[in-house]
């Protein structure tokens, strides 16, 4: 799950994680955050493409 709270895209994630650059991309289009907490692990998005590689990073840490 990925909630949007005071700008920051907390993710609690249940799932594979090669779904998240999807979900996290949706999510951008109807709730611009500017960061993305991550287990800790922060992000800060100014567009689309700070998105696209932070969900990219998260994606393959997960896979660890």
């Given at each position: ?19 998240i ?8 289009a109807?709730?611009?955050f ?12 100014n ?18």
């Amino acid at each position: 799950m990925i909630q949007v709270i005071n700008g920051e895209a907390q993710i609690y994630y249940q799932g594979s994680w090669s779904q998240i650059a999807h979900d996290l991309e949706i999510l951008y289009a109807t709730d611009q955050f500017t960061s993305i907490n991550a287990y800790g692990l922060i992000f800060e998005i100014n567009d689309i493409m700070d998105v696209i590689a932070a969900a990219d990073y998260i994606a393959q840490w997960g896979d660890f």
